[in-house]
């Protein structure tokens, strides 16, 4: 099984995840009533921790591995 | 007939034969003593056990409910398996510092008032202190020492609450404390604190994501599950419902999050998820419902099992290939397969995938933030999920596992041994077997239970969420490459002000206390020279004085004469002293002693 399978599985179970909440979607709060709501925040969630958490690394928190020395 | 045996005795009391025994009866002994106290524990009734008797208090050993027992269950679980996973360990100290660790882990889970408590809060605290220092390296010594300063700090703050608590209340029963605004709840504050470090809860949580990857591989595994899920235990009995924690958990779920994206180290990573996974718990207890307290014990115990794997794959790499840090790691999946695959089943538990344990605990927490209608509070919950599955569950595998530049690979490892491997197998299958049958956790849960964890609206909300974040981890792979640098936490308050501070003493206060010491000595010394001969002494004191006096006038034959005078005394100091007859001496203590006996026998009739 190649990389391209393990793709293709990934695709149909990205497809597969939304369409299912078109189908079926009931929630608490109006966030969690918005069809694929987790799918997006999902996506942009983990940009964003990317982003901001290097942010912060390189503009302030991480120092050569001898400072503390 | 013993009416109850403490479960955290068979391991403090098994740990004391562990030196005596050698070989294979030695390991054969080790693994019984988790099975006997699960035995124990299985065999165990509720109720309240071994009371004894201290000064007008009452200490009890052996509080037996849902809750307490739950956690037992869960932790001598997990011994048995950490114990398998550090089977093959010969020094006998490190299985004696794990199993008074256990045991003393135990004595808190059951402890029924405040004092017993508190003893096995500080056995754990330096039972664990041993688990980091027998790596034997620099920084494991210092880390370890940094470790126990905060424990110690963090056990006065308990034994402050405890006093204060004791001296408002009268009471040492352990149960839950009051909570308000004021001069009046200090007791209930401290006790807090002291229970918010153990729980490794920012900003208090450094010595965690510091001592923890220094630890040996072994004793790492062990201190993941024991003082963070027993100070859970501790948070859910003494504050439930206390609101604030709804806020620290949430910040506490993404800040784990957002430093184990910047780390270079596997099992610092690991820690900093441990921290990131305590948040949903202190959320949990926070929010203070049958549901949310439910969710916050059914994670500690997720929890417990999957960080323990995590650790132990970690750890694996480590011991295989003497290696932590992602930037010397890559490519090792074609020599440690097995070890992979066993590290994602606890990746996918702590991600929260469907089938898996941390699925069936971790939505309950964030069902139940949803179902206070705490839009934030949500949304930090479900960052911190896309977060760990992100850290945990992609980007230590991947650097670990897979992501080499060079075609080489760059450490030549093997799969660890047998005992290892079969310990991982054990951790690996309860997660999994909670997560296809969470009815087995539900059931022993305190609360009554009304949740499903598989619904149709949960299982798409979740992959939803973690399928887009592969896709996202995905495209910004190149950006989580290891790099070769640490980052700052809280920490640097104590390591950086602790070294001012101790220059400061070292320098300008000890250079201060030389210059007292000094002068103290000099006036000293002149007593010492002045009863060599007090007499000579007293002249030479006038005439001195008597020169300085006279000195503007000279010259002046009264100075000359003064001034040789002194000189020629000062030479022969301290010359012939003036002897008297002992029978003088003799006299002069006849009359003091007269004095005294007149002073004794008139004192009250002259005078008063």
Excluded at chain 2, 34 to 62: C, H, Q, T
Excluded at chain 2, 273 to 297: H, K, L, V
């Amino acid at each position: 099984m190649g990389r391209k399978h393990l793709f293709g599985i990934l695709y149909v179970c990205l497809t597969v995840s939304v369409l299912a909440e078109v189908v079926n979607f009931h929630g608490h709060d109006l966030w969690q009533t918005i069809p694929g709501f987790s799918a997006l925040y999902g996506f942009i969630g983990c940009i964003f921790i990317i982003a901001a958490s290097k942010a912060l690394g390189h503009y302030w928190l991480q120092k050569e591995e001898d400072y503390y020395d | 007939m013993i009416e109850w045996l403490h479960p955290g005795l068979i391991f403090i009391l098994g740990a004391l034969l562990i030196p005596v025994l050698k070989g294979k009866w030695k390991q054969i002994y080790l693994l019984l003593l988790p099975i006997a106290a699960l035995i124990d524990l299985l065999y165990m009734s509720k109720g309240v056990f071994w009371r004894l008797p201290l000064l007008e208090y009452e200490l009890v050993f052996g509080r037996v409910d849902q809750l307490s027992l739950v956690f037992g269950y869960v932790f001598v679980i997990a011994a048995f398996c950490m114990t398998l996973y550090a089977l093959h360990v010969k020094e006998d100290g490190q299985h004696v510092s794990a199993f008074l660790y256990v045991g003393s882990t135990l004595g808190v889970v059951f402890a029924g008032d405040l004092f017993t408590l508190y003893l096995f809060w500080e056995v754990m605290a330096f039972s664990s202190l041993f688990l980091i220092w027998y790596r034997k390296t620099k920084a494991s010594s210092e880390a370890g020492f940094r470790y126990i300063m905060v424990h110690i700090f963090g056990g006065i703050c308990l034994l402050a609450g405890i006093i204060l608590h004791l001296q408002n209340t009268g009471s040492i029963a352990f149960d839950s404390f009051n909570w308000g605004t004021g001069w009046g709840y200090l007791s209930s504050y401290f006790i807090f604190l002291g229970f918010l470090i153990n729980a490794a809860v920012p900003p208090l949580h450094a010595w965690l994501s510091d001592a923890y990857p220094e630890a040996t591989v072994t004793g790492a595994v062990f201190l993941t599950a024991f003082t963070t899920k027993s100070a859970i235990y501790v948070l859910i009995r003494g504050f439930p419902g206390v609101e604030l924690l709804i806020w620290l958990g949430a910040i506490m779920a993404i800040y784990g999050v957002i430093f184990a994206v910047l780390e270079n180290d596997a099992r610092r990573l690991l820690a900093y998820s441990i921290i990131g996974q305590g948040g949903y718990m202190i959320a949990g207890i926070g929010i203070g419902t049958a549901m949310a307290i439910n969710g916050s014990i059914a994670h500690a115990l997720c929890c417990a099992l999957y960080m323990a794997l995590l650790f132990m794959g970690a750890g694996a790499v480590l011991e295989m290939t003497g290696r932590s840090k992602f930037s010397e790691l890559g490519g090792l999946y074609k020599y440690m397969p097995l070890t992979f695959w066993l590290y994602m089943i606890g990746a996918f538990s702590i991600s929260g995938f469907p089938l898996f344990s941390g699925f069936v605990s971790k939505t309950m927490v964030v069902e139940s933030a949803a179902l206070m209608h705490q839009p934030l509070v949500w949304l930090l919950l479900e960052g911190a999920a896309i977060g760990t599955f992100l850290v945990a569950g992609l980007k230590l595998p991947y650097l670990t596992w897979f992501a080499r530049k060079d075609k080489r690979p760059i450490a030549e490892a093997r799969e660890p041994p047998k005992n290892m491997l079969a310990a991982m197998g054990i951790t690996a299958f309860l997660c999994i077997f909670i997560g296809v049958y969470p009815q087995a956790l539900y059931g022993i849960l305190p609360y009554s239970l009304d949740y499903a964890p598989y619904t149709a609206t949960h299982i798409i909300g979740m992959s939803q969420l973690l399928l887009f974040t592969f896709v996202a981890f995905w495209m910004l792979r190149g950006m989580l490459h290891g790099e070769r640098t640490i980052t700052l936490d809280t920490d640097w308050f104590y390591r950086i002000w602790g070294r001012k501070f101790i220059w400061f003493c070292e320098k300008p206060l000890l250079n201060f206390a030389d210059s007292v010491d000094d002068k103290v000595r000099r006036i000293a010394d002149s007593f010492v020279w002045f009863s060599k001969n007090p007499s000579v002494a007293s002249r030479i004191m006038l005439l001195t004085a008597s020169t300085v006096l006279l000195k503007p006038f000279n010259p002046n034959p009264v100075y000359m004469r003064y001034a040789q005078d002194l000189e020629e005394l000062r030479r022969l100091y301290p010359g012939e002293v003036h002897r008297v007859a002992i029978g003088s001496g003799v006299l002069l203590v006849l009359l003091f002693f007269t004095l005294y006996l007149v002073i004794y026998l008139t004192y009250g009739v002259l005078w008063v």
